[in-house]
Every structure is written in structure tokens, then in C-alpha cells.
């Protein structure tokens, strides 16, 4: 069992960087890889990023390839995503989960939602 929660979302001008934190409880943290989901409004929820429980593998959607980066302190039970170069496209709501294993790319191995933290990148 796991909670997470969200934050760091809010308004940014294209261009801008923010970095989201996902605060998960439990010290089976660090036992599962993480990852960062968003969807838009009309369009369908979107895998971002994933990082392995070890933090070594990371996963990236292309859309974010080179501006966004994953990371997770396993000792603080936090994960990140900093964000840069935003763009308005970007603009979603960005939600944490968790795998139940150490490393997986595929949405359904995913559960453990947290809330979300709504991003806006204005033009």
C-alpha cells in the first residue's frame, strides 16, 4: 500500500520550467518504479516518464525527450519531474503512479494514483 501525492503544478509562460514532486508513503517506495502520467483536456492519458526503483532506467515519451528529466530520492520517498522549455502543449494534468515492479514502460502495470497537479503553460 502506497499513497502518493502531487505538486509543484501551476501557471508558467512557454519557455518556462517547473518541477512537479510526488510524495509517496511506505517504505515500499523504493521497491517500485515510478511514473508520470498527464492528460489534457480531449486527449487520452499519456505515459511521460518512467524511472526505476533504483533510479538508474529512465523512460521518456518523445514529446519530452531533451526538456524533461525523472529522478527519484528513494530515501526521501520522492520523485520529481523537472520540467523545462515548457510548451502549451504541455498543458495537463500531471499524476504520479506507482509500478509493482522495480522497472516497467507499459501503463497498465501501473496503479497507485495519486490526485494530480494541473500544469499551465501559457502562450
Known amino acids: 500500500q502506497v499513497q502518493l501525492v502531487e505538486s509543484g503544478g501551476g501557471l508558467v509562460q512557454a519557455g518556462g520550467s517547473l518541477r512537479l514532486s510526488c510524495a509517496a508513503s511506505?517504505?515500499?517506495?523504493?521497491?517500485?518504479?515510478m511514473g508520470w502520467f498527464r492528460q489534457a483536456p480531449g486527449k487520452e492519458r499519456e505515459l511521460v516518464a518512467v524511472?526505476?526503483?533504483?533510479?538508474?532506467?529512465?523512460y521518456y515519451t518523445d514529446s519530452v525527450k531533451g526538456r524533461f528529466t525523472i529522478s527519484r530520492d528513494n530515501a526521501k520517498n520522492t520523485m520529481y519531474l523537472q520540467m523545462n522549455s515548457l510548451k502549451p502543449e504541455d498543458t495537463a494534468v500531471y499524476s504520479c503512479?506507482?509500478?509493482?515492479?522495480?522497472?516497467?514502460?507499459?501503463?497498465?502495470?501501473?496503479?497507485?494514483w495519486g490526485q494530480g497537479t494541473q500544469v499551465t503553460v501559457s502562450s
Open positions: 503512479a506507482a509500478a509493482g515492479s522495480p522497472w516497467s514502460v507499459s501503463p497498465r502495470d501501473f496503479g497507485s
Open positions: 511506505g517504505r515500499t517506495f523504493s521497491s517500485y518504479a
Open positions: 524511472v526505476s526503483w533504483s533510479g538508474g532506467a529512465t
